[in-house]
């Protein structure tokens, strides 16, 4: 949430900081806002809306030639998304302006203390309290912003990235973190902070990695970090794999079409390295005793939306293979409860981001409680991953639509791969089993593209019913996870009603939504598999059919047994049961993409919504 940039160096800061905002939008589109410092002075413009709202205002009233610049896009917490509440915010002496992502938990405290002195607040948000300190601790720590920004991380609670510039320092940028990303883009005579590296890919690939409370000073020669007192720290370089063109739309008119297409790759990329020639999986991030995997006596996967979607599928293979009990547990959740966690649980943190607030404050619960931690994560280099004893890196290459797509069927597989090898450590799985599966799981790259090939019947289907009022969805088994993340792909994209159900429950209760016309979309269990599941979703198909509902079944190729009670079919390959979710998902993406497109709305990015959830 709020994505953030700064940039020190020889070429025009605000162009590199618009760049890096336009890659990090998908953080937040709320308002967006520069900053820079010219001849002794501050220029600031900021707008509210998107950042074709800020683009339009800089080609009206352009801002002055400078090398030292910030920029923020905001997902708006305190204060409404408006002009006024938009970041940069200046202190009242026009000295320092400040971006700000996270929330200020103390900030009413401080504010009332600042007006106390008689400080003239100009916005509504939490965040605007950071600058008049920022300014005041300027004076007394004669003009070291770096030790200025100490002074102020070391009063504020919260979660908290903060960039500050100064007009009295032309050549530097302060940046802090506390909870909330913030990584260094180390380039030649020129450096860059930013929420996540798409901002900077363009000019390095070479990084620096942030640890909790610590202030980085960067100048176009240098990056210094200490910790809030001041202790120099050594942070983590790291080089990023991927290029900018990975993070461009690449010919498709929308990066969640883009995204679609990517998962073929992106699963293949992520089983890459894993599995010896010998047909054995070779984990070899797994910094978890091999002895101690085998002590674990249960799995809980914390994760949020879809990553928690992707926990649910795996639970049911983790569970069959292991043996060992696997509880999925929403993240914002899990802490409130009290759970049953301790040195025999393996914690399994689930995120794309690797940055989402409610998943890293489950994460450190169960770190607390002793557990075992191991993080799936896209993100190299978050917050999530480093805090966990071990990650597993799904490589489906950066996701930029709020919708999650590739993600999801990549944290199937990597949650695939960690039950495989719990299952060979422990011994629960025969050699040969595993191979069969590691062979299956190969085998889905193919299986991806066989689907993608076909999608144009889940198109006109959703064009076709682009003014239903409700969707529902319906699964069994692995199929009930896919059931749900249907229904969010569409609540999110198309914001339409959209629920889904484990279709043994319809009966207690939510049938009661069928009426006449109601879309309801299944997904069918392979008749080959458990068959009984197939049958007992037949049951369910013809009782929500006999009230009137149209049934768009998602089946496999060659189940004929559908064709009698569904309205309209959709052909998934053939494969094993709990292969099943990587190809019927992907339909459910689509229809998803094509409902919103038809009712004209913005695919990529979503009302309300922001990529990266970094408050709780
Ligand atoms: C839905 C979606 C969200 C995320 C959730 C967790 O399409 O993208 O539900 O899955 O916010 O995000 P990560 O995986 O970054 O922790």
Avoid at 66 to 72: A, D, K
Avoid at 365 to 374: D, I
Avoid at 384 to 413: H, M, N
Avoid at 541 to 561: L, M, S, T, Y
Wanted: with cysteine.
């Amino acid at each position: 949430m709020c994505g953030i940039v700064g940039y020190v160096g020889q070429k025009q800061a605000l162009e590199v900081v618009v760049a890096g905002l336009r890659r990090l939008e998908y953080r937040g589109y709320d308002s967006a806002g520069v900053a820079v410092i010219a001849d002794g002075t501050l220029a600031v413009r900021k707008r509210a809306g998107k950042l074709v709202n800020l683009e339009t205002l800089l080609g009206s009233d352009p801002m002055p030639d400078s090398t030292t610049g910030i920029g923020h896009t905001r997902w708006a917490t305190h204060g409404g998304p408006t002009d006024r509440n938009a970041h940069p915010h200046v202190s009242e002496d026009g000295r320092v302006a400040v971006i700000h992502n996270g929330i200020i938990e103390n900030f009413a405290l401080l504010r009332a203390e600042l007006e106390a002195i008689g400080v003239t607040l100009s916005s509504d948000t939490d965040s605007e309290v950071a600058a008049h300190l920022l300014s005041a601790e300027l004076v007394r720590t004669d003009g070291d912003l770096p030790e200025a920004m100490r002074r102020v991380c070391r009063r504020l609670e919260g979660a908290f990235t903060l960039l500050a510039i100064d007009r009295a320092t032309p050549d530097l940028v302060v940046g802090a973190r506390r909870n909330s990303p913030l990584v260094v883009g180390v380039g030649d005579g020129e450096n860059f902070l930013a929420s996540d590296v798409a901002a900077f890919i363009e000019h390095t690939r070479e990084a620096l990695e942030l640890g909790q409370d610590q202030v980085v000073a960067i100048t176009p020669d240098a990056v210094v970090v200490t910790d809030f007192d001041g202790q120099p720290v050594d942070a983590t370089v790291f080089h990023v794999d991927w290029d900018a063109s990975a993070a461009e739309k690449g010919g498709y008119d929308l990066f969640m079409l883009k995204e679609i297409a990517e998962q073929p790759k992106a699963v293949a990329d992520s089983l890459r390295g894993r599995i010896t020639a010998g047909h054995r999986l070779q984990l070899d991030e797994m910094r978890i005793d091999e002895s101690v995997l085998r002590e674990v006596s249960k799995v809980v996967v914390i994760a949020c939306g879809t990553a928690a979607h992707a926990g649910m599928v795996a639970k049911y293979a983790i569970e069959h293979w292991t043996r060992i009990p696997v509880e999925v547990e929403l993240a914002s959740e899990f802490r409130y409860r009290d759970p049953i966690v301790g040195p025999d649980s393996l914690v399994i943190a689930i995120s794309q981001s690797g940055e989402t607030m409610d998943t890293l404050m489950a994460l450190r619960h169960a770190k607390s409680q002793g557990a075992r931690t191991l993080a799936i994560c896209n993100t190299v280099g978050s917050t999530i991953p480093r805090e966990s004893d071990a990650v597993l890196y799904t490589y489906a290459g950066p996701e930029v639509a709020v919708a999650s797509t590739k993600a999801f069927l990549t944290q199937i597989v990597a949650a695939y791969l960690i039950g495989l090898y719990l299952g060979q450590v422990r011994g629960t799985m025969f050699e040969d089993e595993i191979r069969r599966i590691l062979d299956e799981l190969a085998d889905m790259p193919r299986r991806v593209d066989l689907v993608l090939d076909t999608t144009e019947p889940v198109r006109a289907l959703a064009r076709e019913l682009v003014a239903a009022p409700s969707v529902l969805f319906l699964g069994r088994h692995v199929g009930y996870p896919v059931a749900l993340e249907g229904a969010l792909k569409l609540k999110e994209l198309a914001y339409m009603h959209a629920e889904g159900f484990a279709a043994g429950e319809l009966k207690h209760g939510p049938i009661a939504l069928i009426e006449d016309g109601v879309p309801v979309v299944v997904v069918v269990p392979s008749p080959r598999g458990r068959a009984v599941l197939h049958d007992k979703i037949m049951s369910n198909v013809q009782e929500v059919r006999a009230r009137g509902a149209v049934v768009i079944a998602i089946a496999e190729e060659g189940d004929e047994a559908v064709a009698a009670f569904a309205d309209h079919i959709i052909r998934i390959p053939a494969v094993p049961t709990l292969m099943q979710p990587l190809v019927a998902t992907v339909p459910l993406q689509v229809f998803a993409c094509e409902m919103a497109t038809a009712r004209g709305l913005d695919v990529d990015q979503p009302r309300n919504l922001a990529k990266s959830v970094t408050v709780e």
